[in-house]
DNA sequence: TAATGAGTGTGACAAAAGTCACCAACATTG
DNA sequence: CAATGTTGGTGACTTTTGTCACACTCATTA
């Protein structure tokens, strides 16, 4: 999955873009690579491009006023950032983070090619309102979350949506990462993550734990 | 206000609509009343149409486990229903509940209608596009509310809402009602009441709370 | 007018979550 | 190897929120 070019990319990843679309895009698009840790967008930040994420993994969270990092959902490749979207037709700025979590590479599309895009091309203007709809829904679920549940929950959502997410049973993530996403305190989350291991849920390492089904 | 038919609606909240757009919808638009207290959408049902607000106020909310009606926001007249826009598209159910709180009258138009109205239609476009954003950000704000702040910031701020929302200092609810909407219990919407009305933030009758600015 | 129900006030208590202090294990690096 | 920083464990305590029980005031209506 390495060094693929621009029209690879659209290929692998957007196979029902029509061929008139794809070529559009490849003439326009430019590739950006960021590594872990760098960030994509920041609340106040004015967007001029739509951003599309062709390989690694862009955490969106919400920044406390302390420097937490709530957790809202994770981009794939293949997914686009709705907001990047919604504010780049309108020349609004950012209202959260994103963050690569890992090497990515992004598709930059300029906001000034939207309109057209989405008047001429159908796969692009549904491609737009399906991320639309799964972002909101996404944001929805964390609504629940917040709004009806308890910490315990909340974290064993949070940790079963991590290894759905990151599509493994070793979550690489410490005590005071999990207190940042869920905006509580790293003694809340090791206290219930001793309860959970008890439980039989989940198994804990150093640096690491271990989700067990 | 009262009796005005789908022309005069579109003429009034929609002026920027270009003259074909107008004429399409006027076409093929159907108004529905709704009194108080009716539901618009529930969870899980299936939209066939995307819903224009022309007059009255809708609540948006989160349905709870025990009957909770977790506020969202309001949708008034000139708003259109982000989630009816989106999940008509697909076929999609929806997520939330829309109740209207007032008496309360809605343009219905076919979801057929809606691809055409996207690709034709610019100054459509640019609506349905504002509309995701708006709701989007007040999605984002909620989010905030519940994750960061404490009830009793929570309180005020629901507070200035209502009052922003309905235009008015007289607010007409009742500690249960407030309750629900915050999910939490009355006590504690009573009690904090109590130290707003002494901090001399509000003034607390029977049925109503009077806002002081 | 007695009865009823909705709305509100309040004290006592329980549970959940947040804070503080400190310790121990481990990894990194000078 | 000593020093330092990160990670995690834990007890004690506080604060916030939720729950329970009950009382009081109105408005409505049988």
Not at 33 to 45: A, N, P, R
Not at 157 to 177: C, I, M, R, V, W
Not at 198 to 209: H, L, S, T
Request: aromatic share 10%; net charge negative; hydrophobic share 40%.
């Amino acid at each position: 999955m390495k060094d693929m070019t621009i029209a690879e990319y659209i290929e692998r990843l957007f196979p029902q873009f029509e061929p008139a679309l794809k070529t559009i895009l490849i003439e326009n698009a430019t590739l950006r690579d960021f590594q872990g840790g760098d960030m994509l967008m920041q609340t106040g930040q004015n967007m001029r491009s739509t951003v599309l994420v062709v390989e690694g993994m862009v955490k969106l969270y919400r920044e406390g006023e302390d420097g937490q990092e709530f957790f809202m959902y994770y981009l794939q490749p293949g997914n686009a950032c709705a907001l990047s979207m919604i504010c780049a037709t309108k020349q609004e700025t950012s209202q959260v983070m994103a963050k690569a979590i890992e090497q990515t590479k992004v598709l930059m599309i300029p906001i000034a090619l939207m309109d057209k895009l989405m008047r001429d091309y159908r796969t692009w203007y549904y491609f737009v309102i399906e991320t639309y709809r799964m972002r909101f829904e996404e944001l929805l679920f964390v609504i629940d979350n917040i709004a009806f549940k308890a910490m315990d929950e909340r974290l064993a959502f949070y940790l079963k949506k991590q290894a759905g997410d990151l599509n493994t049973k070793e979550l690489h993530l410490t005590h005071s990462e999990i207190a940042s996403d869920l905006n509580t305190s790293r003694e809340v989350i090791s206290r219930l993550l001793k309860k959970m291991e008890q439980a039989g849920e989940i198994k804990m390492y150093r640096n690491y734990i271990e989700y067990l089904a």
